[in-house]
């Protein structure tokens, strides 16, 4: 990589801003299925076209969620609710049951009833069956128990969980899109509003439906001089209802970023510019479609993902994922010259865990400040691009440009 001066630097970070207000500015999130998943792709291919690269394009399926307003009618009283990402639609009345823990839902036994779920078993996120990376057998288990009671609907009282959820309060506790029961989601306030009605008849209003759609994962290349690969990965997708600015906007742009400063350097290994499409998906298409494109990841010397960094006022945190001694004097020497990215806590959550998983070392870039972040922004209309800082992300796109052909 070329030296970067002071005039390089804040030209990098307003191409930067240029990025994260375009990814914002297509009309809403970026939800894989949607066609504001495709625009972004679209914009993402062709900014790396222009920086002279090749761009593969697979082709994945993904359904879209289409959705509209959701209400109970209870004791006549409306209840606004969230309807469940990837909901079946219901128009129906039942009575309104209750289960806390998992033994009280293998208890259930009224059909076509409303369960309410809540307490205990509400406070996090079930696993969905068809989660690529890890899976939950309890989850599983209820998750069929429910659908063999064919209820009319079930609807979750849930809180926050930044863990699994980001700062939706309150997040949906069922996202599988085979799940076959109609689904929505209320606080817990509302929660306890229908604690209360238990036993009542309730009438569920969900519009939701999913179509078959389409979308696409991106693989640029700067083609090295010898075997081996080098991977820079920012998730591209969002959640639903958010502009995804921290998350992740600000890690595309860096991305595209890191790619303007290494286009037309000779590098060692080819860099791989991966724009991941569904890490805050259900099924994460993009990375799958990725994974199978790409087979084993044994060449691999490093992957660099970046997710959530660039946070108004935080510095950039770098975690490391078993590096070799190689590697690890690499990072540790781009470290000494960066003045916005420090070492930083272990973050195991995101795309660089699908190669740290598989034995491959990989660094994470994300913000010092991640407890404000996923605690009170991320997954959230709160993520928008005044939260993002374009010189932090210029430092960290530099950091990522002088490690990659380094190694
Ligand atoms: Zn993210």
């Not at 979750?156 to 929505?184: H, Y």
Request: net charge negative.
């Amino acid at each position: 990589m070329a030296h970067v001066d002071d005039r390089d630097r804040e030209h990098l970070a307003k191409a930067i801003r240029g990025h994260v207000d375009a990814l914002c500015g297509l009309g809403g999130d970026r939800f894989p299925g949607t066609a504001r998943n495709r625009a972004a792709t679209d914009y993402v291919a062709a900014a790396l076209e222009s920086l002279g690269l090749d761009v593969e394009r697979i082709p994945f399926e993904a359904p879209e969620w289409r959705y509209g307003a959701t209400s109970l009618e209870v004791e006549g009283r409306t209840i606004v609710a969230h309807p469940g990402p990837f909901s079946r639609s219901a128009e129906a009345g039942g009575p309104l049951v209750e289960a806390s823990s998992a033994l009280q839902i293998e208890a259930l036994t009224t059909r076509r009833a409303v369960i309410l779920l809540h307490g205990e078993i509400a406070r996090s996120q079930f696993v969905p069956r068809d989660y690529p990376w890890y899976s939950d057998d309890t989850h599983a288990t209820l998750l069929a128990a429910l659908e063999s009671l064919e209820p009319i609907a079930v609807i979750a009282a849930t809180g926050k969980n930044p863990g699994t959820t980001g700062a939706q309060s309150p997040f949906p506790l069922i996202e599988d899109p085979g799940f076959r029961v109609p689904s929505a989601y209320v606080s817990l306030e509302v929660g306890e509003e229908l604690l209360a009605a238990v036993g009542a008849d309730a009438h569920v209003q969900i519009d939701s439906t999913t179509v078959s759609s389409t979308g696409t994962q991106l693989i640029a290349r700067l083609p090295g001089s010898e075997p081996g690969r080098i991977v820079i990965g920012a998730h591209v997708d969002s959640k639903p209802e958010t502009l995804g600015a921290l998350d992740n906007a600000a890690g595309v742009a860096t991305l595209l970023g890191a790619a303007s400063l290494l286009s037309g350097t000779a590098t060692r290994r080819t860099v791989e510019f991966v724009p991941f499409n569904g890490e805050d998906h259900a099924t994460s298409p993009g990375e799958v479609a990725y994974l199978k494109a790409c087979g084993d990841l044994s060449d691999v010397h490093l992957m660099i993902n970046i997710d959530d960094a660039g946070f108004v006022g935080a510095p950039t945190a770098c975690s490391e994922y078993g590096l070799d001694d190689a590697a690890r004097a690499v990072v540790a020497e781009a470290l000494s010259q960066a003045e916005t990215v420090l070492p930083g806590p272990q973050w195991p959550s995101s795309d660089h865990m699908i190669f740290a998983m598989r034995g491959i070392p990989a660094i994470a870039l994300t913000t010092q400040d991640v407890e404000t972040v996923t605690g009170e922004i991320t997954h959230t209309p709160a993520d928008t691009p005044d939260r993002v800082d374009e010189a932090l992300l210029a430092d960290a796109a530099v950091f990522a440009g002088r490690i990659a052909p380094a190694l």
